[in-house]
């Protein structure tokens, strides 16, 4: 968005690791939460949640200090993975999105538009993301007890990942998701 649109952009890292690595490619950076620093970061014409809102623990409250710093009219886009999803519908306990525990909470598109309308945004409608999380699903079935990167190299699926990806997103029943939401204030 800032190269390539020439927007002023500000980020939010809670990780020092890549706070640091994005301090170091020149971001405008800032250490932190939504909810240890809203009250510090202006005005925002659009908030972008992009796999975040899993990993909070409470995703509306998070959305509402969005809406917060965000100006009249302005945007909300939250990317999530999709509970609803085809894949995980299949493949259950071994969908690699559940990523627990860092995955708090999980969507589904019904339950993504009521986070946001109860936060106070106009959401719009749900977009499937072409994106398939098959090739770690299965090797966390094939071989749920190695690691993680053990799993990967076992198993090169990859490019079906990517086209099962495609095709999965353009049934709407994709492992990801995205909502553009404007603000009602």
Not at 170 to 182: G, N
Request: proline share 5%; hydrophobic share 40%; glycine share 8%.
């Amino acid at each position: 968005m800032r190269d390539e649109l020439g927007w002023e952009v500000v980020g939010l890292e809670p990780s020092r690791a890549a706070y640091e690595a994005a301090q170091k490619a020149g971001l405008d950076i800032h250490l932190g939460t939504l909810e240890s620093r809203s009250g510090e970061l202006g005005e925002f014409d659009l908030v972008v949640f992009t796999h975040v809102l899993e990993h909070v623990p409470d995703p509306v409250a998070d959305l509402q200090r969005a809406r917060e710093i965000t100006r009249p009219g302005g945007h909300c886009v939250v990317s999530v993975p999709n509970v609803a999803s085809l894949e995980r519908r299949l493949l259950g306990r071994s969908w690699d999105a559940w990523d627990l525990p860092r995955h708090r909470t999980h969507f589904e598109p019904r339950t993504l538009i009521l986070a946001m309308e109860q936060a106070g945004w106009e959401p719009g409608e749900v977009g499937f993301e072409r994106y398939s999380v098959l090739a770690r699903s299965l090797c966390n079935a094939l071989w749920p007890a190695a690691p993680y990167e053990a799993r990967m190299q076992r198993l090169k699926l990859r490019r079906l990942s990517r086209s099962l990806g495609v095709l999965l997103g353009l049934l709407r029943t994709s492992s990801a998701m995205t909502l553009v939401a404007q603000s009602r204030g």
